[in-house]
């Protein structure tokens, strides 16, 4: 069956408005935060509704179903990302499962495997977005650990001919995102994962742009850790996911303490259940993560590769057409290998925010700015940029929107 965008728009209430004087919204700030369709709207309402009730506390029937809806969506997301169900823990944000992994980190003893000194290594990358940057800069910080990282090209891929220097042999942990939120790049891993495998170093995937587009199973990556945020993946705001492998979530430390994470308790100390709860203290986000659930399913039922295929097919189509207008330069890869649907661009000397804003007034919604990644359009000189990011509900229609937009601009600022 082909792929039906304008159907799959349909399932999204918000675009059933218009904005700015009755215009059409043409919505490609995806890679920000997606839009939800109505089942995902609907399970959250209806938790609310007819479930209501703290998870895993109480004998009574409300305590039951939330419960149950509670771990659902948790079988969810383990199916989702071919994971086992104890592996996947709940957090607010995809940047709460990140400050967990660098904050436990930090907080291991003397003679656990995660514990962190002076002469240990952290690896990150030049492409990170602040979320993978700030926890680890920290961590390195309050240990005295080695800051490290791979560069970025000028055509915006990871520079890895320096990867035995970069993950050297006291590397501790490499921290990378899969796909980066400005210049679309999808990572190559192996290399990186089998050097810091090699060397005794954990790997950890920002997965926020690649989760929601595409297939991504973390026993084929052979990966460590990984988080993603659900309001990027069609769900709700305020839930996140952390995944690690079993026998590493039983070693690292909690970061949040309190009720649920427990195993006993006395006035003196306390022991820790064994993870997923371990790191889940306090009343979880319930609702939030049934309304997850729903979003995956449905995300499922379209067929992942069937909205990656999608994505590359309007960017191959919507590079060509930005291609083609004088003064405007694309910010990373231009060619379709490892590429995501996500493209950053300036336009002569017009400022990013004043063409966001002239294109905010045809209806048509973009981000501007450095998109929360200062070191990586530094390092490339183009201190901000308009970002056009596309998902399932995207048609060439939006695209042919945007760049009469964008051609309408520099007349307006000619």
Not at 74 to 102: G, P, W
Not at 154 to 177: A, F, Q
Request: glycine content about 8%; some cysteine; proline content about 4%.
């Amino acid at each position: 069956m082909s792929f039906d965008a304008l159907k799959i728009r349909s399932d999204f209430p918000i675009f059933d408005r218009t904005i700015r004087d009755g215009k059409r919204l043409v919505y490609l700030d995806s890679g920000a935060t997606s839009q939800k369709p109505r089942v995902v709207i609907d399970a959250e309402g209806d938790f609310y509704r007819f479930h209501n009730a703290a998870a895993h506390r109480g004998a009574h029937q409300l305590a039951e179903e939330a419960t149950d809806a509670f771990e659902g969506a948790r079988e969810i997301v383990a199916k989702f990302l071919n994971a086992a169900i104890d592996e996947v823990v709940f957090t607010k944000s995809a940047t709460e499962s990140l400050n967990l992994i660098a904050y436990a980190m930090g907080n291991a003893p003397v003679g656990n495997r995660f514990h962190v000194t002076k002469s240990d290594r952290i690896v990150v990358t030049e492409m990170e977005h602040h979320a993978n940057l700030i926890p680890w800069q920290q961590l390195a910080d309050r240990t005295g650990a080695d800051l490290s990282w791979f560069e970025v090209t000028p055509d915006g891929r990871l520079d890895l001919s320096n990867l035995n220097s970069v993950i050297t042999e006291n590397t501790k942990v490499v921290s990378l995102t899969h796909q980066s939120n400005v210049l679309g790049t999808i990572n190559q891993l192996g290399a990186i994962i089998a050097r810091a495998h090699a060397v005794g170093a954990v790997v950890v995937l920002d997965a926020c742009q690649s989760v929601p587009h595409m297939s991504v199973d973390v026993k084929d990556l052979d990966i460590d850790f990984l988080a993603f945020s659900g309001h990027k993946t069609v769900g709700p705001t305020g839930v996140g996911i952390f995944w690690g492998r079993s026998s590493l979530l039983a070693e690292l430390p909690p970061f949040l303490t309190g009720g649920s994470m427990i195993e006993s308790v006395t006035m003196t100390g306390a022991t820790w259940a064994p993870a997923p709860r371990k790191f889940e203290a306090g009343v979880p986000n319930m609702a939030q993560a049934v309304g997850l659930g729903a979003a995956l399913e449905y995300l499922t039922n379209v067929g992942m590769d069937q909205i990656h295929q999608h994505e590359i097919t309007l960017i191959a189509s919507l590079i060509a057409q930005l291609q083609e207008i004088p003064d405007l330069h694309i910010v990373g890869p231009t060619d379709l290998a490892d590429r995501g649907g996500v493209v950053s661009f300036t336009v002569g000397d017009i400022h990013p925010h004043d063409l966001g804003q002239f294109l905010d007034n045809q209806g048509i919604a973009v981000r501007t700015g450095h998109h929360c990644a200062w070191p990586l359009t530094r390092k490339l000189g183009v201190p901000a940029t308009t970002r056009a990011s596309v998902y399932l509900y995207n048609t060439e229609e939006d695209l042919d929107v945007l760049v009469k937009g964008v051609i309408d601009a520099q007349r307006y600022f000619a």
